[in-house]
């Protein structure tokens, strides 16, 4: 996990993920934030994130966007 | 003008068309009659909770229905609304309830500074009764605080005829057609998204609220789920869709009627992806400022699509032009100034300033800092603001002219110029990069030196990790020239 925060935190470098769970409904992180962190993700993981993935609840946690990563990753 | 306040015109739609679908958000929607019934209901509430005529009710501002009612219901009863953006910080709520000395804050935020409610405590509240008449057109309606990228935040007041004016401004220039849908995913405290709602409630058709376009699958959505028929955005907005999407908006040629910009300039390359993509939607750049808002209107899927041009004056507005002296000029390219505007739709004040409001606006007429020309067909165009136009040795040279060669170079993610103190010139441009993959600069200078005159070439140029931007996308050029 400490490895994809510092992935995340390359995009958006003050935020704290660690404790953080409410990154989107909280205002914490905005859209240019997450088009950041999608670029990041992308780049770093090597893969595409579809529109239908781009939701709030996929993007409120850094967990959540590990769990959306290592789904898209499987499939 | 057919109102004397977009509530009215809520209120005539409410007997008219009272099952006509009036706004949505993300948790559900409104018809025009429900949508009064909700106002006249919190209007009832304020009353009861001591608001009085002339009192300043501040919002915290949310992309939902509620917000909407809220601000009307305030306005309904001859209060001013203020709107905050949506993580105004408690220094910032603070600040303003004092500037304003605010009766009531409305939102989440805590604070001491005057009576507070959550917007949670106004849910579910409804009349078919009125408290009381309609607010005359020339009365206060609302107070809203520019964003201060170039110095610090004003209150600009605004009376009701100015709103209903600024929406035919907007209705008019992009010709907009009944039951019209059009979608909002620009923050509705801001001139920007306000401006284009009230327009489509004068004209009853319907709004559609998004949180942005990031969730961009909820953008496809509303577009097919409403067959939506405009869209109004920044170009940040654009570069989003474009980003997550690819090409998949031009999907909807044919469907939408238009696409209205504005907050800042469309660089070009969006602007020629967009002609490609949408070649039967007009295409509109609106201008304006937060103090005479949307006074020029271009529709850049047209004829008069010139470089640096911004269109002709909306139905509301006369654009003039004067120099430094406030000396009224026959402007031309090679003898620009700065740009005057009046109308129907301009400011009442600033609010509480009136040494501000005397230097910005005489007889009428409010001055922007913005520097420009008419030409001999009538069109406007305009070189940048006169505060970002870097007097260089003498030359004058606009920031978003650089910007725009600049951002067409493989590897500039995004760019901005600022003002750099030079011992010989003065100032000087200086370029700020963010890249998306490694480039060479000096390639970048090359690139740069076969489009721009000598004097225009930025004398440094810094590859930064991100241009400072405000919530609506604008450059924040103070911040530039701090680093």
Redesign the interface.
């Known amino acids: 996990m400490d490895d994809f925060i510092k992935v995340l935190l390359k995009a958006t470098?003050n935020v704290d993920y660690k404790n953080e769970k409410h990154l989107v409904d909280d205002?914490i992180i905005?859209?240019?934030d997450?088009?950041?962190i999608?670029?990041e993700l992308s780049d770093a993981y090597d893969l595409n994130i579809p529109?239908?993935e781009?939701?709030?609840e996929n993007f409120n946690s850094a967990e959540a966007m590990k769990a959306l990563v290592d789904r898209l990753l499987e499939d | 003008m057919k109102f004397h306040s977009i509530v009215e015109a809520i209120k005539d739609y409410s007997i008219v068309k009272p099952d006509r679908l009036c706004l949505v958000d993300n948790g559900g929607s409104v018809t025009y009659k429900e949508f009064y019934r909700r106002i006249c209901g919190t209007a009832f509430f304020l009353r009861g909770r001591g608001i009085k005529p002339g009192d300043r009710v501040v919002a915290s501002a949310a992309q939902r229905i509620d917000f909407l009612v809220l601000c009307h219901a305030v306005q309904m009863i001859g209060a001013v609304f203020v709107p905050l953006e949506?993580?105004a910080g408690p220094g910032r709520i603070d600040d303003i309830i004092r500037k304003t000395e605010a009766s009531l804050y409305v939102g989440p935020a805590k604070t001491a500074a005057c009576p507070a409610m959550q917007a949670t405590e106004l849910a579910g509240l409804e009349s078919d009764r009125e408290p009381c008449s309609l607010p005359e057109a020339d009365s206060d309606s609302m107070i809203l605080f520019t964003t201060g990228t170039t110095g610090t935040s004003k209150g600009i007041l605004f009376v009701h005829s100015a709103e209903v004016a600024v929406a035919e401004n907007v209705k008019f220039g992009v010709a907009m057609k009944s039951d019209n849908v059009e979608i909002i995913p620009m923050p509705i405290n801001h001139s920007f998204g306000l401006r284009r709602y009230f327009a489509d409630m004068i004209d009853g058709g319907t709004a559609i609220l998004l949180d942005?376009?990031?969730?961009?699958?909820r953008l496809?959505q509303m577009l097919t789920r409403y067959r939506a028929t405009a869209i109004a955005m920044a170009p940040?907005a654009l570069a989003?869709i474009l980003?997550?999407?690819g090409d998949?908006i031009g999907e909807y040629n044919g469907q939408l009627d238009y696409i209205q910009f504005g907050s800042s300039p469309l660089p070009e390359a969006e602007k020629e992806k967009l002609l490609q993509l949408l070649p039967d939607c007009r295409l509109y750049n609106m201008y304006g400022t937060t103090e005479a808002g949307c006074s020029c209107v271009l529709n850049f899927n047209g004829p008069e699509n010139f470089p640096h041009c911004i269109g002709r004056p909306t139905c509301h507005s006369v654009i003039s032009v004067e120099n430094e002296a406030g000396e009224p000029i026959r402007s031309s390219e090679s003898n620009p100034g700065y740009l005057l505007c009046s109308g129907g739709m301009c400011m009442k004040e600033y609010y509480q300033d009136p040494a501000l409001t005397a230097s910005t606006m005489r007889r009428g007429l409010v001055r922007s800092d913005d520097i420009g020309y008419i030409d001999k067909d009538g069109l406007i165009y305009i070189l940048g603001r006169a505060d970002d136009v870097i007097n260089t040795g003498g030359n004058k040279v606009s920031p978003g002219e650089i910007e725009e060669v600049a951002g067409a170079f493989p590897g500039v993610a995004d760019c901005a110029c600022a003002s750099m103190r030079d011992p010989l010139l003065g100032h000087v441009p200086k370029l700020f990069i963010v890249t998306?993959k490694p480039l060479s600069v000096e390639r970048l200078y090359q690139f740069m030196a076969g489009k721009l005159e000598k004097f225009k070439l930025p004398k440094a140029i810094e590859i930064i990790?991100?241009i400072p931007?405000t919530?609506n996308g604008k450059i924040w050029r103070n911040k530039l020239e701090g680093l």
């Open positions: 470098p205002g905005d859209s240019l997450i088009v950041s999608i670029s529109p239908a781009i939701t709030p | 949506k993580n942005g376009v990031v969730f961009i699958d496809f940040s989003i980003k997550l999407s998949k998306d990790p991100e931007r919530y």
